[in-house]
């Protein structure tokens, strides 16, 4: 009897732990947690707002720092959906970065950009903004180099779950007033790893659509990005494994209606085969022990965006491979706990 009241006490004190491990918790201190900055193409696909929630989860879980958000599809619309992201989630004051020399028109699969304008039926804006005017914002590549330049020397993740214009630009800048140290020798200097969605590996033979959406960027940041400094890929492959599909999303967050991915669902068409792959980027850079990654080796870029992976110890890349469809499970799971996530009132 006294060895079961016993077990009973250490189970009950590992459900309060597990308890006390919900995305609802206060920053938990960490030496080593990540130093992140976002890099997104938000306005286009979902994947990119479930994205930003998990890092808000992590970094108000004190997983990791969030240190600012880099917008690389061109536009004020899509500077105020990350406003309204931002907002919404308490990060109002994050510091924001929008292209403006990137990429010229890109697709759009879920056009999403009127979120930030929708409205109550008393004609009032349904979210708030922290940011009155985003013709003040600084360019994504000018934002890089400030928030790189206060960190410590290998201490910056860069999560870039869209396009490559802000990072090639990055790459291509001269010293300025934050450092003198030019890009190559700034992310050199200050980054730890890169973690990027983006990429097709293994057996299918194919050109990655971030790259070829823009072409010259991704080229320039393939020539340009340095060969001592960890190269993370997070291929179509893995977070097509993901599906987390609108009916879903809308029931989940069946608390409100008052909430920018729920409305984004309820209004958009969102049944576009979405899948995860943002978020298998962001959770890769936190959690790594999720994920399956290739040995190391380099990655070349061809002049169509193929990604051919060479194998070799001395490499930077890796990339992460496909796994079975429990472990999908487990990934979204993780999203959907998140996207359940109300905040305090």
């Known amino acids: 009897m006294k060895c079961n009241k016993y077990l009973y006490c250490v189970l009950a004190f590992c459900a309060l732990v597990m308890w006390s491990c919900s995305p609802q918790d206060e920053p938990r201190p960490s030496e080593d947690k990540p130093l992140i900055i976002l890099d997104t193409d938000i306005g286009s696909s979902a994947d990119d707002l479930f994205a930003m929630e998990m890092l808000y989860d992590y970094h108000r879980r004190g997983l990791c720092t969030l240190l600012g958000v880099i917008v690389d599809r061109a536009g004020e619309n899509c500077a105020a959906c990350a406003d309204v992201m931002n907002t919404w989630h308490g990060f109002g004051a994050l510091p924001l970065g929008l292209v403006r020399d990137g990429l010229k028109d890109p697709?759009?699969?879920?056009?999403?950009?009127?979120?930030?304008?929708?409205?109550?039926?008393?004609?009032?804006?349904?979210?708030?903004?922290?940011?009155?005017?985003?013709?003040?914002?600084?360019?994504?590549?000018?934002?890089?180099?400030?928030?790189?330049?206060?960190?410590?020397?290998?201490?910056?993740?860069?999560?870039?779950?869209?396009?490559?214009a802000c990072l090639a630009q990055l790459l291509q800048s001269e010293g300025d007033a934050y450092t003198p140290l030019n890009?190559?020798?700034?992310?050199?200097?200050?980054?730890?790893?890169?973690?990027?969605?983006?990429?097709?590996?293994?057996?299918?033979?194919?050109?990655?659509?971030?790259?070829?959406?823009?072409?010259e960027f991704?080229?320039?940041?393939?020539?340009?990005?340095?060969?001592?400094?960890?190269?993370?890929?997070?291929?179509?492959?893995?977070?097509?494994?993901?599906?987390?599909?609108?009916?879903?999303?809308?029931?989940?967050?069946?608390?409100?209606?008052?909430?920018?991915?729920?409305?984004?669902?309820?209004?958009?068409?969102?049944?576009?085969?979405?899948?995860?792959?943002?978020?298998?980027?962001?959770?890769?850079?936190?959690?790594?022990?999720?994920?399956?990654?290739?040995?190391?080796?380099?990655v070349e870029l061809t002049p169509e965006c193929y990604t051919v992976f060479t194998p070799g110890e001395e490499g930077n890349c890796r990339y992460q491979k496909p796994r079975d469809s429990m472990w999908a499970e487990q990934i979204l799971d993780a999203i959907r706990a998140v996207a359940q996530w109300r905040p305090a009132l």
């Open 183 to 215: 890009g190559v020798e700034l992310v050199r200097k200050k980054v730890r790893a890169v973690y990027l969605q983006g990429g097709v590996f293994g057996e299918a033979e194919e050109s990655d659509f971030n790259m070829t959406q823009g072409p």
């Open 218 to 298: 991704a080229h320039e940041f393939f020539r340009l990005f340095p060969s001592d400094v960890a190269l993370v890929f997070s291929p179509q492959e893995v977070g097509q494994m993901v599906e987390y599909v609108p009916e879903r999303v809308i029931e989940d967050i069946n608390w409100t209606d008052i909430h920018p991915v729920k409305q984004v669902y309820m209004t958009c068409n969102c049944n576009t085969g979405q899948r995860m792959w943002d978020v298998c980027t962001v959770m890769n850079a936190v959690e790594e022990d999720l994920f399956l990654l290739s040995e190391p080796g380099t």
């Open 107 to 164: 697709k759009i699969w879920i056009d999403y950009g009127q979120m930030p304008y929708y409205k109550n039926a008393d004609s009032t804006f349904m979210f708030h903004r922290s940011i009155a005017d985003y013709a003040a914002l600084p360019d994504g590549w000018e934002l890089y180099r400030k928030l790189l330049s206060q960190q410590k020397d290998h201490s910056v993740t860069i999560c870039s779950v869209g396009f490559l």
